[in-house]
């Protein structure tokens, strides 16, 4: 009986040793296990809070505190997740108002958007805070910039009606600018107008002075007159306009009649010299033979 004794304890002690050894190892793995989700959930935290966490882990090794920490991180994951939705939409906006008012990109940038353009997409408190404030803001100026447009635009349509009837106009504007290009272009015309009408208004009074010096009619004259009165260039581009349709007919009228008048001159001219040497008694001598073998 003493053998058998024997055996059953060595066999006890060699199950004992490979319980230790099974609790030792699940010790160790359960301890890395640990270590790994409390880094993971540090990392996650950071990047979602810009620091670690403060909350403190619950401790032990048992499985129920490692599903806790596990709940943890999944938790923050999906904050992550979520996060990352929104940074993406907010950044895929921040690209349309960049594009609506025609930002350079990256030149008219801040330091803030081109990292975030040129590195990975952050998920924090304060880059998504970033974000949707920068969006706001560009929002916000951009409704600015298009109510200036619209007024740009009333602006350069007034130029465009006053100076048609003349046909002239401002410079033309290109098609399918954004915002900004599209308010400084609109600005630059109505400024280049401004310049070129008031040199045409001066011309082309001018020109309608030295036209009734030789015309001297008496509705051309109160036309000159109504010019003279005018306040500014603007209204006498209005006079201008209000009688350009009956100052080029007759400016048309007046060229075709001169016309007429330098042809039919032109032509008495050539009766004239006709007519002069068909009288000269010398034509036949000129020709190399007599009048009556003529």
């Known amino acids: 009986a003493e053998p058998s004794e024997e055996v059953n304890l060595v066999q006890s002690a060699r199950q004992l040793e490979m319980s230790v ?6 010790r160790e793995d359960r301890t890395k296990e640990r270590t790994e989700l ?8 950071r990047r979602l809070h810009g620091t670690v966490a403060q909350e403190p882990p619950p401790p032990g090794l048992r499985a ?3 599903e806790q920490l596990f709940s943890r ?3 923050l994951e999906a904050s992550e997740a979520e996060r990352r939705a929104r940074a993406e939409e907010a950044l895929r906006r921040l690209q349309q108002l960049w594009a609506e008012l025609g930002m350079e990109v990256p030149g008219s940038l801040e330091p803030e958007e081109l990292a975030m353009m040129q590195g990975p997409l952050p998920v924090s408190d304060s880059a ?4 949707e404030s920068r969006c706001t803001k560009l929002a916000a100026w951009a409704e600015e910039l298009a109510e200036e447009d619209r007024r740009a ?3 350069y349509e007034a130029w465009e009606e006053l100076l048609a009837p003349l046909a002239s106009s401002p410079p033309e504007i290109p098609a399918g600018l954004p915002l900004l290009p599209r308010v400084e272009a609109l600005r630059g015309a109505a400024v280049a107008a401004a310049e070129s009408s008031a040199e045409l208004a001066e011309r082309e009074v001018a020109a309608l002075r030295a036209f009734q010096d030789g015309v001297h009619l008496k509705r051309m004259a109160e036309v000159l007159q109504e010019a003279d009165a005018a306040e500014d260039f603007v209204a006498k581009l209005r006079v201008l306009g209000h009688y350009w349709e009956y100052i080029s007919a007759l400016r048309t009228e007046h060229k075709r009649i001169s016309e007429l008048v330098a042809a039919r001159e032109a032509l ?7 007519d002069e040497e068909v009288s000269d008694p010398s034509r036949f001598k000129k020709r190399g033979y007599t009048g009556v073998q003529e």
């Open 21 to 26: 050894a099974m609790l030792a190892s699940l």
């Open 38 to 45: 409390l880094a993971l959930i540090d990392a996650s935290h």
């Open 128 to 131: 998504l805070a970033y974000l």
């Open 153 to 155: 635009k009333a602006v």
């Open 64 to 66: 129920e505190v490692l």
């Open 73 to 75: 991180l999944e938790r």
């Open 268 to 274: 008495e001219a050539e009766m004239r010299d006709f």
